[in-house]
């Protein structure tokens, strides 16, 4: 399988400044990386898709220009929430997609944003 | 477009009853279908996909397409089965994988 590891898994910020979450896959390159927010008690919803080397994909309803995503290399994406608000704390996860079945994801251990 | 509906957000079984979480998906092709789980402060993880036909943990889930299900169960319910799980659904290319809204899962001692 892979590794993925996420830093911060936790994150307390004033409302206005900007946070950047880092997600990295430890043990093997991916060109793909996929960012989830998790509300309580709720599913995950997928933010965005991470591509190495080119700009992302942004799924429907979600602010590009709020929640910035950077894949620069193989083994590390970044998620910046711009502006925090109180309304952006929530968990973000990062995922990778494994190197052999379609549709299998190895995730981070998330990271818990609380804006004040 | 995908869609992966579980109906039950909570189930709470004693420990040795039978267990199934109800799984439905909407897609207009052939899915691969999954089942993820989340442990009390674990990160989430794969616990079993249909081509494997596989069991793990004792669950078991079979993708029936004429009622578009993907139902998990476990004859024998085991506390540490307690948990959050998910059904997943992706394209067979696996460019995305969509989550049901999960359903957690008490086992009671």
Redesign the interface.
């Given at each position: 399988g892979a590794v993925v590891s996420q830093h911060p898994s936790r994150v307390i910020c004033k409302s206005g400044t900007s946070v950047k979450i880092e997600c990295r896959s430890l043990d093997f390159q991916a060109t793909t990386m996929f960012w989830y927010r998790q509300f309580p008690k709720q599913s995950l919803m997928l933010m965005a898709t991470s591509n190495e080397g080119s700009k992302a994909t942004y799924e429907q309803g979600v602010e590009k220009d709020k929640f910035l995503i950077n894949h620069a290399s193989l083994t590390l994406s970044t998620l910046t929430v711009t502006s925090a608000h109180p309304e952006d704390s929530s968990f973000y996860i990062c995922s990778v997609r494994g190197p052999n079945l379609p549709g299998e994801l190895f995730f981070g251990e998330g990271s818990r944003l609380t804006v004040l | 477009a995908q869609r992966v509906t579980q109906p039950e957000?909570l189930l709470s079984v004693f420990k040795g009853a039978p267990v199934e979480l109800k799984c439905n998906y909407s897609y207009s092709g052939s899915p691969?279908l999954?089942w993820?789980v989340q442990y009390s402060r674990q990160?989430?993880?794969?616990l079993l996909?249909h081509?494997s036909r596989e069991s793990i943990k004792g669950f078991t889930a079979d993708l029936n397409k004429g009622e578009t299900s993907f139902h998990l169960k476990k004859p024998f319910a085991q506390e540490e089965d307690s948990a959050m799980y998910?059904c997943?659904l992706?394209?067979?290319?696996?460019n995305?994988?969509?989550?049901?809204?999960?359903t957690r899962l008490m086992v009671k001692p």
């Open positions: - | 957000k691969e999954f993820y990160r989430l993880q794969l996909r081509i998910y997943a992706s394209s067979p290319a696996g995305m994988l969509t989550f049901g809204g999960g």
